[in-house]
Structures are given as structure tokens and as C-alpha cells.
């Protein structure tokens, strides 16, 4: 169908056809024959922001999704991808409130929880209770990721820290060993892991996951915690 006959859903969808092919250029194209038909189509700003965030472009891209926001405030989806791009430019706490906007516009995006949980433990903010505002932190948005969708490796690791920092110790363990269960080569959970054991006073348990670690990623810290590992069985 000729550009000129098709209706502005059509060239959105288009556009999302170019653009999970990568083709960005070819998916702009689509969301500006939208808008030039459409001025007000949400959808279209945010996916046009999308494309310059993507191409580097992030003051276009600030701009394009921030409009798109004004005219759906309940876009989740755009409030997602504008904490990206504000994460991206060090913006942490506009990247938390983004995506407190996107979980409250779309509670089932798994994305935007562990995202949120990644950037509240970037501020500090890791415990349940949020801080002084009263919303959850980093240890609810990431139960709520990984119970979305377990297969989020990074948030079920961001997890294990953020309980092992709290001193949740049995909780990591759980949180750690689901990560390496998926991802037997991830050698952060196997060291954090092994370093969790080791806090328990469970050495024998502790010396295969440090093994690993040492294995996969061998470094001076990892090298230590094992030699400590390996002495206290010995003691």
C-alpha cells in the first residue's frame, strides 16, 4: 500500500516492523508519516524519541518522549525507555521516578521492576521500605522482576547482593543459587555465593562456588576468599 493511502495505525506499524528489524532510518521515516498525519499520536512521538535515543541522539529523544508523555500520561512503555535514557546520562533519581511511573502504568513490566531496582540500589536505596518516601526499594522492585520473569539474570544477581547486603543471608543464598542454576558460568553469583557461605560459617559449601568463581574469573579477591575458604577447612 502506497505511503500516501495508509492510515497513521498502519504506518505505526509499519515502523515497528523496520524497527525490530534494526532499521532505524526506515522505522523514523514511518513515525514521521504518523505524525505529519497525527500530530498528537503518542505512540508515534515516543517511538520516534526511541529512535533518536537509540542513534545517539538523546536530547531529540528527551524531547519526542517527553511529549509523548504529556499527551498519554499512562504510556508505559515511554516512561520506561525515558529512564533509560536518563539513567544513560547519569540522571538517577528522574530514572527511578520513570520507572515508579512505568510499574504504576503497566505493574506486569518485568523490564521496568528490575530496572528500577538496578538504578534504587545504584542510590542506596536497597532496602523494602524505599526510604523516606514509603515506596519499596531495590529488594521489592527486584522480587517483583525475577517473580515476573525469572529468566532476568542481572536483576535475580542484583537480588543476591542487595539481600546479602541487608543481611539476609538465607534469602541470597536462595536468589544466588537460582542464578546459577540458569547461568552455571556467572562468576559474580558463584563468588557471592561462596562469600555468603562463608559469612554463614559453612565452608564446605562455600569451596565449590569459590572453585568456580576462581575458575571463571580469576582475581586477587576471589584467590583470597578461596585461600580463606580452604584454611578454615583445615583449622
Not at 545517539?56 to 520506561?80: K, M, Q, S, Y
Not at 525475577?146 to 547482593?161: N, T
Amino acid at each position: 500500500m502506497p505511503a500516501c493511502a495508509a492510515s497513521p495505525d498502519q504506518l505505526l506499524e509499519a515502523g515497528q516492523a523496520h524497527h525490530r528489524k534494526g532499521d532505524l532510518a526506515g522505522a523514523a521515516r514511518c513515525y514521521h508519516q504518523v505524525l505529519d498525519r497525527a500530530p498528537d499520536h503518542a505512540a508515534a512521538c515516543h517511538l520516534l524519541g526511541l529512535v533518536h535515543g537509540q542513534s545517539g541522539d538523546l536530547t531529540n529523544a528527551f524531547v519526542l518522549i517527553g511529549r509523548a508523555l504529556v499527551l498519554d500520561p499512562a504510556l508505559a512503555e515511554a516512561h520506561c525507555d525515558i529512564g533509560t535514557f536518563y539513567r544513560q546520562t547519569g540522571q538517577l533519581a528522574e530514572a527511578a521516578l520513570s520507572w515508579r511511573l512505568a510499574v504504576a502504568a503497566d505493574p506486569a513490566m518485568a523490564r521496568a521492576w528490575a530496572d528500577l531496582g538496578l538504578v534504587l540500589r545504584e542510590l542506596g536505596e536497597a532496602g523494602e521500605d524505599g526510604g523516606e518516601d514509603g515506596e519499596g526499594g531495590a529488594i521489592t522492585a527486584l522480587y517483583r522482576a525475577v517473580a515476573l520473569e525469572p529468566g532476568r539474570i542481572e536483576a535475580q544477581f542484583a537480588l543476591g547482593c542487595a539481600l546479602d547486603d541487608a543481611g539476609r543471608l538465607d534469602e541470597a543464598i536462595e536468589a544466588l543459587r537460582a542464578v546459577i542454576t540458569r547461568r552455571p558460568r556467572h562468576a559474580g553469583a558463584q563468588a557471592r555465593l561462596g562469600a555468603v557461605l562463608m559469612q554463614m560459617g559453612r565452608p564446605a559449601e562455600a569451596l565449590p562456588a569459590l572453585q568456580d568463581a576462581a575458575r571463571l574469573a580469576p582475581d586477587a579477591e576471589v584467590a583470597a576468599a578461596l585461600a580463606a575458604c580452604r584454611a578454615a577447612l583445615t583449622a
